[in-house]
């Protein structure tokens, strides 16, 4: 059956509208620290400009900035030092132009590991902060 004769077009507008007004999946991007510190790697530091475009492009109002570590260290200390490379990155980020009060921030520490690992293992993917723009 022809199920086009059924629809109006009217109903295909809103259709369209709807698609249109879309975001989309999130952009998310993982941003990696040189260990114990919140200093960039060379090559995250090489992904803010994308970082940048995908807010602008997006016109986005809701950017969210985890901070994680891995599990060298007592896990108090590494919950501290996930905030304070989840703020680095909204200042960052504010310094570039975006709002800051479109910019959350969230810290898990050592307990939202990419790579599972044991205790005092060092595991550069988990020294990250993960930033998702809506």
């Known amino acids: 059956r022809d199920w086009s004769s059924d629809v109006c077009s009217s109903d295909l507008e809103k259709f369209g509208m709807a698609l249109a007004a879309d975001p989309g999946q999130p952009a998310i991007f993982s941003l990696y620290f040189q260990s114990g510190t919140n200093r960039l790697t060379a090559e ?17 109002k809701d950017i ?13 200390l ?14 960052l980020l504010a310094s570039e132009g975006v709002e800051s009060d479109l910019i959350h921030v969230d810290a898990h520490g050592e307990n939202n590991p990419l790579i599972p690992t044991a205790d005092e293992v060092a595991e550069p993917r988990n020294r990250r902060v993960d930033v998702t723009v809506r």
Do not use: Q
């Open 44 to 60: 995250s530091k090489g992904l803010v400009p994308d970082i940048l475009t995908a807010i602008a492009s997006r016109k986005s």
């Open 64 to 76: 969210s900035v985890v901070g994680h570590t891995d599990r060298v260290g007592a896990e108090n």
């Open 78 to 91: 590494n919950f501290r030092l996930s905030r304070k490379r989840a703020d680095a990155i909204k200042s």
